[in-house]
């Protein structure tokens, strides 16, 4: 009886498909040289633009107070050797969902800076968008588009990037405008808070610390960092006398 060659042996052939099978993104040779397989392009952010995690995303009172940075880090996949602000400020912009969101309206026209920390690595930064108001929270899915890319000259397709930025309708200065300790309260540094508070004495109430500073239609007098603390009251003397005269 004839056993079948190893190269028509079930196994040889269930590793020549294994050595064929595409995983998405640039052509590279398999390890055994014979067989072209593709690697799988990823971008993915980070940065206190996210929040502290995923379960506790950015609030709009922070973003329309400070800049923040966004890190977008490329795997299988450089940037483009020349990257313009312009470009990434309207790629920041998001795709998709609802392109009426605030933040899409804004971003394009930012100030928005980058730095180059390597070829598949760049830091970010997004100033203050002081317009920025939301009533419901929004998400921004980013996509790079094959410009940004040093692969766009042959492949025309966007990278998507993970995770989407997610922005709470929540003014947490504001709404501590109930007290003094209650609104500084909200800088203590465990909470690891991507913005702070200030107090403003003269109208009573708090308002979150800004880049471009507090305008006077936002507190008629200064702002303080520290609650004022009261007087201590004289203790009784507990001889229960007073300031008179002695006998002569």
């Known amino acids: 009886m004839t056993m079948p060659s190893a190269m028509h042996s079930p196994w ?20 055994n040289g014979t067989k072209p397989y593709t690697e799988v ?18 609030s709009a009172e922070a973003v329309a107070s400070t800049r923040h940075e966004l890190r977008i880090h490329l795997a299988n996949e450089s940037f483009a050797p020349y990257i313009s602000d312009q470009d990434l400020a309207v790629a920041l912009a998001g ?14 026209k930012a100030s928005v800076s980058h730095t180059r920390v390597d070829n598949s690595t760049l830091a970010v930064t ?31 397709q ?5 995770p989407d930025i997610r922005i709470r309708a929540d003014y947490p200065c504001i709404d501590r405008s109930d007290k003094c300790s209650r609104c500084l ?5 465990e909470h690891n808070h991507s913005h702070a508070c200030v107090w403003c004495p003269t109208d009573e109430h708090c308002l979150p610390i800004q880049d471009s500073g507090t305008t006077s239609a936002q507190c008629s007098g200064a702002t303080i960092e520290e609650c004022p603390t009261k007087p201590e009251t004289p203790p009784d003397d507990p001889s229960g006398g007073g300031a008179g005269g002695g006998g002569g």
Do not use: C
């Open 41 to 58: 392009r990823k971008a993915t952010l980070s940065g206190k633009l996210l929040g502290a995690d995923q379960g506790h995303p950015i």
């Open 95 to 108: 795709i998709g969902g609802d392109k009426q969101t605030v933040w899409a309206q804004l971003v394009p």
């Open 126 to 156: 997004v100033p203050q968008l002081r317009d920025y108001y939301i009533d419901t929270e929004e998400h921004i899915r980013i996509a790079l588009p094959p410009a940004l890319l040093a692969s766009g000259a042959t492949n025309d």
């Open 12 to 31: 040889a052939l269930a590793l020549t498909v294994l050595g064929a099978v595409a995983v998405g993104g640039a052509s590279r040779t398999s390890d």
């Open 185 to 189: 309260d909200y800088n203590a540094p």
């Open 158 to 162: 966007p990278l998507t990037a993970t």
